[in-house]
C-alpha cells in the first residue's frame, strides 16, 4: 500500500450555494436500453480531476501531487476556491451547445464519491459539484434531449489504486465493510438527486467504474485486473444498487462496468428482467500491437465481442483512438468514424474519453496525446459525421476491408444479398408445391 503519510488537510466546502431550479417531469418516456441507442461523449476533468487532461491547469494548481487527492492537500486554503472555478469555468452549456452541433446524444459525466457524501478522512473535495451537475444536465436534457449517465468514478477507499479510483495506490474499497457502507450512502445520494432532479427519464446510474483489486498494476485493462473475490465483492455492491435504485424508481437503468471482464462473465449473475446495462471500456492505447494504420480491426473486433451473450444490452461507456505505435494524423477521421459506426452496430453505442483533453506527452507517430483523445477538436474540425459515420469509413477505408472486418456491407449490396434471398426461397417454394 502507498498510503500518504503525509498531513490530511481536508477540503472544506460550502454546499448549495448555487440551486437549479426543480420541474415536474412532463416527459414519462424512461430510456430502455434494449432498443435505445446513443452517440456519446465523457465529460472527464470537469467533476473528477486528472493529471493528463489539462496539462497547464494542473501544473498551475497541482503542486507536483499524482492525483486529486494530493492536489487537495497541496492547494490547503484555496482548494474550495480552484475547484468552485474548475466546476464553473471547464464545462458550459456552450460545451453542450457544441456537442450536440456533432450530434452528441448523450453524456456520461464522471463524479467522485466526494459530490455525494462527506467520507471521513476523505481529502477528496465536497463543494458545488451536484449543483454545476444539475445545471449542465437540465440544460443538456432540456435543450437538446440528451441523455446522461451518471457515473461514480471512484469509491471510499480507493476501487484500483489509481488516481481516479480515490487516489494513488488505494485500494481499501475491497472487502471493507465501513467502505462499502458509505457507498451505498453515495449510492443514496445520487439515485435521490436523479429521482428529484425533475427529468428522472433521462438519466442512467452508472454506480462505479473499473473495479480491480489486483496491485500488480501490468494486469490492469485485462480480466486478471479483478480476482475472483473482487468479483463477489463487486457483485454485492451492484446487487445492493439494484436494490436500492429499485426501491426508488425501477425505471432507472443501473449500468455496470464490470472492470475488465465482458458481459457474458457477469451476465449468468444477474436475472434478465433487471434494469441492467454492460459498461464496456475499449481503448487502443495500450496492450496491443496497435498503430493507426490497423485499428479499425481492432476496433471492429472488439465492437463484435462487446455484446458478449446478448442477455443484457452494452455500451461502450469509454474508448479513444490513440494507438501504440504510429500514430497519423490523417487517418483520425476515418478511425473515428470507424469506432463511431461499429460500437453502434454492434452495442448500443458509446461515448468517447473525453470531450476536451489537452496533455501534450508526445505519442509513437505524429503529435501528443492531445491530438487524439481531444473529442472537442474532432468537433471543431468536422471529424465527426454521427449520420454518415459509415460512408466516410468507406471513403477512408477499403470497402472489403471493411466488409470483412466490421461486418458492413454497402446499402445496395446489403440490399442485393437480401433480394437474392428472397427470390432463392421463393423459388424453392414453387419447386416444392
Ligand atoms: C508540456 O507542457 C508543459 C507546460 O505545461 C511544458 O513544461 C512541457 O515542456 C510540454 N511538453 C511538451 C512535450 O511539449
Ligand atoms: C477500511 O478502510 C479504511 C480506509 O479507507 C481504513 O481506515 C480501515 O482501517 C479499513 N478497515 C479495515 C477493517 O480494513
Ligand atoms: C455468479 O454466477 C456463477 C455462474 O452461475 C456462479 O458460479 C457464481 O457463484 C456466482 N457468483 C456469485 C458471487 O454469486
Ligand atoms: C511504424 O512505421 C514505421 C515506418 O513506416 C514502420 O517501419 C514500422 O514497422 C511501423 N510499426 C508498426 C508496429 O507497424
Known sequence: MRWRSAFFISCIGIEGALSAPGRLSQNTKYVDWKTFKAYGVNLGGWLVQESTIDTVWWDTYSGGAADEWGLYENLGSQCGSVLEMRYATWITTSDVDDADRAGVTLLRIPTTYAAWIKYPGSQLYSGNQKAYLKQIATYAIEKYDMHIILDIHGLPGGINGLTIGEADGHWNWFYNETNFDYSI?????????????????????EPMNEPADNEDLSTFGTPAALSDSGVAWVLKYIHAVLDHVGRVNKKIPVMFQGSFRGESYWSANFSSNANLVFDVHNYYFAGRTTTSANVPSYICSDAKATPGDGKFPTFVGEWSIQTVYNNTFALRERNLNVGLAAFHKYSHGGSYWTWKFSENATVDGQGTQADYWNYKYFVDNVYIHPESTWSIAERMYSTTTLAADCGHQKPFIAYLTTLLTVLTLRQIRLYAS
Open 185 to 205: 450512502q453515495v449510492v443514496d445520494a445520487a439515485i435521490s438527486f436523479i429521482q428529484e432532479s425533475g427529468y428522472p427519464e433521462s438519466f442512467t446510474f
